[in-house]
């Protein structure tokens, strides 16, 4: 019996002197007010504190950090799920940004505690700063830069002037460091001729990009409250008009293009709120 107590000892010594070996670093968009995506950066190392358990204070954590031991080798942890401060969140190896949802952007005075053995961190701190949202897809090669940055309109509620779509391609929504991200799984949507507007759903990882099939400048519109994305034809408001459009229909091109006296052809007739599409012969 004493002999097996002491091999339990040995083996629970042995795990955490493993955990003591590895430095871990966390990293993302923001940590230390810095671009610390960089790997092995001083200002985002942890502090080993025996049981499998490393600790980490700084003046900002902002939403999009990993967990990694500098090499994006074995040590790669993040979560698909929100982190909710002073609650345990659950990583994975290989796990998306870890992100605060959409009611505030960065922690200040943060706290961290990784545990290695768990794979698992709490998060303290005060919360602080708007999420910013931004508009992204094969137009600009996937990145969040200030180019694809939506402008706060009203509580939650975004616009995008004059964006630029060549043709084919696809798009999605997302919040700062990717921390959470809106498109949708149904290989149908695409974004183009009759469709305007539509409600997207959060997604994870790469997947959920929406397609689009337009050609022109264009107002995108972001609606944070009820996720519900609408594009336009740069001045032309589509979406106003169907909500004030009333009694007699209104008619517009398939590009979203008001038309005073519609011909033959595909147009899109709003009445009393309704868009409806049409073919006029």
């Known amino acids: 019996m004493k002999k097996l107590l002491l091999a339990a000892a040995m083996v629970a010594g042995a795990m955490s002197m493993s955990a003591q070996d590895v430095d871990i670093y966390i990293i993302g968009s923001n940590v ?90 709490v998060v303290t701190g005060t919360p602080a700063g708007k999420t910013e949202w931004y508009i992204t897809g094969d137009f600009c090669d996937y990145t969040l830069g200030a180019d694809q940055l939506f402008t706060e309109v009203s509580d939650k509620v975004y616009e995008k002037k004059d964006l630029q779509l060549d043709n084919v391609g696809y798009f999605k929504v997302s919040s700062t460091g990717w921390a959470k991200k809106y498109g949708t799984y149904d290989e149908e949507l695409v974004f183009g001729f009759d469709i305007f507007e539509h409600e997207l759903e959060e997604v994870f990882g790469d997947s959920g990009n929406v397609a689009y099939y337009m050609t022109g400048t264009f107002d995108v519109k972001w609606d944070g409250n009820t996720h519900v994305i609408s594009f336009t034809e740069a001045g032309e408001d589509f979406v106003e008009s169907i909500a004030a459009a009333e009694g007699e229909a209104v008619y517009f091109n398939m590009q979203g293009v008001r038309v005073a006296n519609p011909e033959k052809g595909m147009f899109i007739s709003v009445k009393n709120g309704k868009a409806t599409k049409v073919a006029i012969r």
Not at 33 to 46: H, P, T, V, Y
Not at 81 to 91: A, Q, S
Request: aromatic share 14%; proline share 0%; hydrophobic share 30%.
């Open 32 to 121: 230390n007010n810095g671009d610390s995506w960089g790997l092995a950066q001083e200002s985002g190392k942890m502090t080993y504190v025996g049981e499998g358990k490393y600790e980490w204070d700084g003046a900002v954590l902002g939403t999009g950090f990993k967990f990694n031991d500098g090499t994006w080798g074995e040590y790669d942890f993040g979560s698909g799920d929100t982190c909710v401060l002073g609650e345990t969140l659950y990583l994975s190896k290989g796990g998306s940004d870890i992100g605060f949802g959409e009611d505030f952007s960065r922690v200040e005075n943060a706290h961290v505690v990784f545990d290695l053995d768990n794979l698992t961190c």
